[in-house]
């Protein structure tokens, strides 16, 4: 007979049925007996966490389709195919070129024989016992007592309204600088200090200079060195003296569509396109264990084969190399500027050879088209690009087919848990009725134990009084022999 207790639990409370009576491990038998009904929560469980990492996927899918449109979008932006004309300088260490606007095609012969640059006065300097006020150009600089140099270079530098820049020098002395290049003729930068913390060093002041220039043999002059008119629609900016080298020689070329620029968009394209292809691709390939037993196995292979995303692959590969309709033969899909891909197949899966062919980018033959017939790329990535966009946001948009799978997924989930919380909770009273009714039994059976121990009792009680009465009995008869 069993009299090791065993402990379980209702509603969290600890329980203790012995079996004491019936010799039973009444715990072990009711676990064994909770443990088949609650096989179909566990089911229920397991389809909650597939249907999660469903969702999941779907979600991460449906968030790169939807950058994937909008890197088509930017192919079709005019402002990808706004002309712009290149401009290259001979010798950029001495003269770098910009093109602004409207320039004029050619080349340019630059001569640089000075070079703009600020008016200065240098100062000792003396810290003040008291505070003192500096009038620079008209403008006050307070200075407090004791102040160091440094400290009064700074208040200068600080100042918006100033005139000048200070530079503190190790020996103690304070260059003041117009913040403005450019020739100021002899009266430039006016110092008034009555308190003595300036004091000019004689011979040190420098006259601002205007750059001098020529471009193809006009002169020019300008108070800085970032020329904005010598070259209508070219900005120059003089970096050194050409006396030396020799003129440099700025090229300006005609108005065309940026070649990089329009690259580098296609290749982003390329990028993501490959990226969110290859992943749904995984997802359609990876079979689902056979005896999922973790979590993470339960979420393995829960899109493999999936319909509508296989349909969806076949139909972007399609649209890759698939002609827009209306546009010219040569210059009427991605695969005539040289992006091209394996070929595409019909059916649920896409076939082998078209997922092993991502996506690329001939950059020869796209610098061709772009230089040859910029009009036409543009026409094509336009009208490619919206009908590419509406193909692919028909499943990833909001109110797309994968928001509708998405939001299924989650009224799923959402019922899936109803139906669990409300079969544990029928599964906890069932766990109480069983206890009860074990207890019930346990409590019966010791009854019956205790009545049968009683009976026993009472029998053997009678049978002992009935022999000794026989005994006495036999003796209290007259003797014989």
């Known amino acids: 007979m069993s009299t090791t207790p065993v402990t379980g639990s209702v509603a969290g409370a600890p329980i203790n049925i012995t079996g004491l009576a019936s010799g039973l491990n009444t715990n072990e038998i009711i676990n064994g007996l909770m443990a088949v009904e609650r096989r179909p929560v566990a089911q229920l469980s397991n389809q909650q966490t597939a249907l999660q990492a469903q969702q999941t996927l779907l979600q991460q899918i449906q968030s790169s389709l939807q950058q994937l449109s909008f890197s088509a979008a930017d192919l079709a932006s005019p402002a990808l195919f706004e002309t712009s004309q290149g401009v290259t300088s001979s010798n950029p260490a001495q003269i770098t070129a910009l093109s602004t606007k409207g320039a004029g095609v050619g080349g340019y ?11 200065q006065r240098t100062y000792t300097f003396t810290s003040p016992a008291s505070a003192d006020t500096l009038t620079i150009d008209g403008h006050e600089i307070a200075v407090k ?61 420098k006259q601002g200079k205007d750059a001098e ?18 070259i209508a629609g070219v900005t120059l900016n003089l970096n050194g003296l050409t006396t030396v080298s020799g003129p ?43 005896h999922p037993a973790t979590a993470g196995e339960l979420g393995t292979g829960t899109l493999f084969g999936d319909g509508d995303l296989g349909n969806l692959v076949d139909n972007m590969r399609q649209a890759i190399y698939t002609s827009v309709e209306g546009l010219p033969a040569g210059m009427a899909s991605l695969e005539d500027i040289g992006v091209s891909t394996g ?46 966009q509406k193909l692919v ?39 109480k009725s069983l206890q009860q009714e074990f207890i019930a039994m346990e409590s019966a059976m010791s009854q019956i134990q205790a009545q049968q121990s009683w009976l026993t009792g009472q029998v053997n009680s009678l049978t002992a009084n009935s022999a000794a009465i026989s005994s006495s009995s036999s003796a209290s008869l007259p003797g014989f022999g």
């Not at 968009?265 to 990876?286: D, P, R």
């Not at 910029?374 to 919206?386: A, D, F, I, N, R």
């Open 343 to 388: 070929a595409a197949t019909g059916g649920a899966l896409p076939s082998q050879s078209s997922v092993e062919g991502e996506l690329q980018v001939n950059a020869t033959k796209l610098s061709e088209a772009i230089q040859t017939n910029p009009t036409g790329v543009e026409q094509m990535l336009q009208k490619w690009s919206q009908g590419f």
């Open 248 to 290: 440099v020689t700025i090229d300006v070329g005609a108005p065309a569509a940026s070649v990089s620029t329009i690259t580098a968009q296609v290749e982003s394209f390329v990028k993501l396109y490959n990226s969110a292809i290859g992943s749904i691709h995984t997802q359609l390939t990876t079979k689902p264990p056979e």
């Open 145 to 205: 007592a004791g102040a160091t140099i440094q400290e009064v270079a700074a208040s200068i530098n600080s100042d918006s309204s100033a005139t000048v820049y200070a530079a503190a020098l190790e020996e103690g002395k304070l260059v003041l600088s117009n913040r403005a290049s450019g020739n100021t003729g002899e009266g430039f930068i006016a110092v008034t200090d009555p308190g003595g913390t300036l004091t000019e060093v004689a011979g040190k002041a």
């Open 393 to 431: 946001n028909t499943d990833a948009e909001p109110g797309g087919t994968l928001e509708a799978r998405i939001t299924g997924d989650s009224t799923s989930i959402a019922q899936l848990g109803e139906h669990i919380t409300a079969m544990n909770e029928m599964l906890e009273v069932r766990q």
């Open 213 to 230: 220039y020529t471009v193809d043999g006009v002169a020019g002059t300008s108070h800085s060195n970032t020329l904005k008119n010598a």
């Open 109 to 119: 012969e630059v001569n640089v024989t000075q070079l703009a640059n600020s008016a």
